[in-house]
């Protein structure tokens, strides 16, 4: 590239090239932001996995019960068992007692019988169902969790915000205090004191998630909204005689929540890592919930012969590494588009 | 009268101290402990609020009470059906038992109760668990800030290029990947398949060295014990049993030293005295290894404090896979067997030190970094 290829040519003004950018369909459907980040996540290519690694497990999640049919109508989320065997069996074999029904794609292989495609567990848990199904579970789990200690964290940081003082002063020492423990060992703990409560279940985990979870958001909310009240827009809509509440609710709070929405999102990853890790310590789902860390959680009792039986740790890994991946690589980017430092050039 | 000389000799200086921004700023968190500290315990306090008197008793007593009428026994004897606040300070600071006279539980005093998945008192399983915690933290600590400064200050300064493109796509992978499953792969390859490490302590021949008469403790910490001991076979062992847990805990915890390090360093590249220092022709390399870096490392120093906290409060999941005896593994197990009075102590614990290590560290950021202090 010369310099010589930027200047005007006799024919063209700058005025011409200033007017040249056509507004698309999508960026006047979007606004101009929304097709920033969007253009953003799909022309970068890490994010471009990523994307599609989040559509891959989107549409199992939606065709679990096509991709691998429950037995138990009633209770689609319990997997299947063959028997009752503890040694577990490698990808591949046949099953032998009550095999659920054979989902429609399985006629491309061209074999009869269906087999467990990824092995199964001690005490013959099927992976493959386990794996499909479980990524509803990831899904549900992150979604609940995020949403939740998002309305926890916009309300007490905007609370907190708005009155200042004294209110701002109690909430933050609070928010202090759930911040004084690390995350996983008070996760822990709260799931255990409330298993025998509420039965076990997913429930426990993502009650003491979201208990723990929200103080992050809380500060980040306080922090954008002290620095968006004291932007120019505002101060001009204060002076053309705004009513304070519509002031809070059509400036303050979309600009201020607004990037902290889509950041928030990017964290499911990461809260289903810390749900199968729970599980994996024995908190949470009953035995035989589709459960990435569960699943995980019956090679403990296989350490020593982990070379024999390494489909139980690898494929649910894979899963659990992958939707996180997938979250992370659309998270990072998402990063990069708004930093405001990070800005060239539009 | 010397007294009141002295005294305005040195108003002045008093005057500095009390009037800058850095003391008001440690007080204020000085002030501020208590509170933190008092709300810290009524969260674990109210915690403990969904257990039922019989199973709170485990506060004081070993076993469960039988039947019921030796239930409400314990309960009447230390007290559990009396008003909240009442229970609140008996919990914290012991309180009389009726029957003998003396001053039972009170976790001020140190008396956590009783670990019914570890049949013993929570302080002992503190105290027998704590080193082997410890020895885990000293040797992570080494390549976690080690390896992801370097990896950081290399990202940093060939921005934009592949070692940068690495380091990324590497911080990415690194946090995307659980410890767990992590931590299982490590065993498969170096321990089921290669049987290079096994997981544990010790093995059982240099275990029994260590239980053995002859074994002088001196610290808890086997590598330093068995080098004062003289036994180098020992040591080794307790090496070999380290190196995976090292392994899976600085590998999760690269990712985020990279990542801090080498935004905090682009940042320090573009001001003004890194400009100034290479406007006046210092080779490129001392304008990073003496102008950039030492500040660029600051939020790194922040890091490390929670990073040797967290890690003293006991990796939960990598000391569980690898059946490393230590803090971790023991809240692991309490709390599968839903032992609820034992992972509350161990919460507690850790939630103390990390409040320590945030004060700490709070402090040593003013001293580090002048603009903190002059603010």
């Known amino acids: 590239m010369s310099v010589a290829t930027g200047a005007p040519t006799p024919q063209s003004s700058y005025l011409d090239t200033f007017e040249m950018r ?33 559509t891959f497990f989107i549409l199992v999640a ?9 037995t138990n109508l009633r209770e689609p989320y319990m997997t299947p068992r063959d028997g009752y065997g503890p040694t577990p069996k490698p990808p591949g074999t046949e099953w032998k007692s009550r095999p659920p029904e054979i989902p429609f794609w399985w006629g491309i292989t061209g074999k009869e019988g269906w087999v467990h495609i990824f092995g199964t567990t001690g005490g013959q848990w099927d992976l493959f169902y386990g794996i499909v199904w479980g990524t509803r579970t990831a899904l549900k789990v992150g979604l609940t969790v995020e949403a939740f200690t998002l309305i926890i964290g916009i309300l007490i940081g905007s609370l907190s915000a708005f009155y200042g003082g004294w209110v701002d002063e109690i909430l933050m020492r609070i928010t202090e205090i759930f911040m004084a423990f690390p995350y996983l060992l008070a996760a822990l703990t709260l799931s255990a004191i409330l298993t025998p409560v509420i039965g076990k279940g997913i429930w426990p985990p993502l009650i003491a998630m979201v208990t723990f979870g929200w103080m992050g958001y809380a500060r980040i909310i306080r922090g954008d909204i002290l620095s968006v009240r004291e932007r120019d827009y505002v101060m001009a809509a204060r002076v053309i005689g705004v009513k304070d509440r519509r002031i ?27 749900f199968a890790a729970l599980s994996f310590l024995g908190i949470g789902t009953e035995v035989g919930y589709a459960d990435w860390g569960q699943m995980i959680s019956f090679a403990r009792n296989w350490i020593p012969s982990l070379a024999t039986y390494w489909y ?24 990069d588009i708004m930093d405001p430092r990070l800005r060239r050039g539009r | 009268m ?5 005294r305005t000799a040195m108003q002045p ?70 008003p909240i606040l009442v229970q609140y300070w008996n919990w914290l600071m012991g309180r009389i038992d009726p029957v003998t006279g003396n001053v039972v539980g009170g976790i001020l005093r140190g ?23 410890v020895e885990l933290a000293l040797y992570t600590i080494i390549p976690i800030i080690g390896i992801g400064v370097t990896l950081g200050i290399a990202a940093a300064v060939n921005h934009n290029r592949w070692i940068d493109q690495l380091a990324r796509v590497f911080a990415i992978l690194g946090h995307s990947l659980p410890s767990f499953v992590l931590g299982l792969l490590a065993l498969l390859f170096f321990y089921a398949k290669l049987q290079w490490f096994p997981p544990g302590r010790l093995s059982d021949w240099a275990n029994n060295v260590v239980l053995a008469q002859t074994w002088n403790t001196y610290t808890s910490l086997i590598t330093v014990d068995s080098l004062l001991n003289g036994r180098v076979d020992v040591f080794l062992d307790a090496l070999r049993h380290l190196i995976l847990p090292v392994m899976v805990l600085s590998t999760i915890s690269w990712a985020t030293y990279l990542r801090v390090t080498r935004s905090s360093m682009l940042e320090t590249l573009r001001q003004e005295y890194v400009v100034t220092a290479r406007a006046k022709g210092l080779k490129e390399r001392d304008v990073i290894n003496g102008h950039a870096r030492p500040n660029a490392l600051i939020p790194v120093a922040t890091l490390s404090g929670f990073t040797i906290a967290g ?22 197990a309490a709390a599968a067997q839903l032992d609820v009075i034992a992972v509350l102590s161990f919460t507690l614990l850790s939630g103390l030190i990390l409040i320590v290590a945030n004060l700490i560290v709070d402090v040593m950021y003013a001293f580090l970094d002048p603009r903190v202090r002059l603010n």
């Open chain 1, 248 to 274: 809070i609710f059509k400036h303050v709070i979309p600009n201020a929540i607004y990037p902290t929405l889509i950041l928030a999102s990017m964290n499911i990853g990461s809260d289903v890592i810390s």
């Open chain 2, 111 to 133: 008396e956590l109760g009783y670990s019914r998945s570890g049949s013993q008192s929570v302080a002992a399983l503190l105290k027998r668990r704590f080193p082997a915690t």
């Open chain 2, 2 to 6: 010397a007294v009141r000389a002295s």
């Open chain 2, 311 to 332: 890690l003293l409060g006991g990796a939960v999941l990598t000391e569980t896979i690898f059946d490393y005896p230590g803090i971790g593994q023991a809240a692991g």
């Open chain 1, 312 to 335: 139980i740790v690898v494929f649910p890994g894979l899963a659990l590494a992958l939707f996180t991946l997938g979250w992370n690589l659309v998270g990072d980017a998402l990063r």
């Open chain 1, 62 to 70: 939606i065709f679990a019960p096509a991709i691998a049919p429950p």
């Open chain 1, 22 to 54: 056509k507004i698309g369909f999508v960026e006047r459907f979007l606004g101009p932001e929304n097709y920033r980040i969007l253009k953003g996540i799909l022309t970068n290519p890490l994010s471009v996995i990523g994307v599609t690694l989040i």
């Open chain 2, 13 to 82: 200086l008093i005057d500095r101290i009390w009037s800058s921004k850095m003391t008001n700023y440690i007080i204020r968190r000085i002030l501020i402990l208590p509170i933190i500290l008092f709300g810290v315990t009524a969260l674990i306090f109210g915690m403990l609020q969904f257990l039922s008197p019989a199973e709170r008793s485990a506060l004081y007593v070993r076993d469960v009470p039988k039947n019921e009428a030796m239930m409400d026994a314990v309960i009447r004897r230390y007290g559990l059906d009396q």
